[in-house]
């Protein structure tokens, strides 16, 4: 399965190693390893992407197995990023929205973005949008509580916009390690944004739903957001049915009871 993959110099390459290294401290990590042998940077990008993995200058090392401490790590990171000023977004925030629910979660949602209440509480979906989502984890018999809410950026995008690039790049980290943390049996990607960022995908929501893909060593799917529910009733239904298999593949997997 693969591990715990913190930086991703692909993606920003502004961190040097050293402050990567008091990260993982900070969090917690005592041990690193790299997972297979280092060869030149551009023989290594070479080799990640034919294997469409491991791009170049990421350091692994396992998160640990006791959830509890899973839980801490989580909790500490949350504090971390709360003082995060890695991209443009930082200028304009109320607060920062890192995650919210149970750390050691079955299931994980993944939305886009803060919206506007959001930035003002501190937490993730808790706007129209949010209701909606609340309603649908209702819906195969769960309660918010019970499950790990997060987006692809932990700061609101001015006006709604979709992140750019370079903030997603500078976020996908703390989203990685929130994966790793949390640990779910399965992950539910929201809409367009969060669905091509988590798969590396260019194409639309409609050819990405309907398979299961890996994210991170766990089984993912794609949905509809509940924004794009408020304007097209039309999309209910399949999200429903995307649900139910989500429903279904939880418990396959030895999940605690969804209805
Ligand atoms: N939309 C999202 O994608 N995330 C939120 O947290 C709220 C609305
Ligand atoms: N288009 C999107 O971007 N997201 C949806 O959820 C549906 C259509």
Known sequence: MPWWIVNDNRHNNSRPLVGVLDYLRDIGFEELYRPQEVLPPEQELARGEAAGATPVGRVEAAPPADPAERAGMLARLGEKVSGCTDCRLAERRNSVVFGVGDPNADLMFIGEGPGAEEDRQGIPFVGRAGELLTKIIGAIGLERSEVYIANIVKCRPPGNRDPQPDEVAACRGYL????????????????RVAAQTLLSETTSLGRMRGHWYQVRGVETRVTYHPAALLRNVGFKRPTWEDMQVVRDRLRELGSKDPS
Do not use: M, T
């Not at 990685?176 to 809409?191: C, F, N, W």
């Open 176 to 191: 990685e390690s929130q994966i790793d943390l949390v640990r779910p049996k399965v992950i539910v990607a929201l809409g």
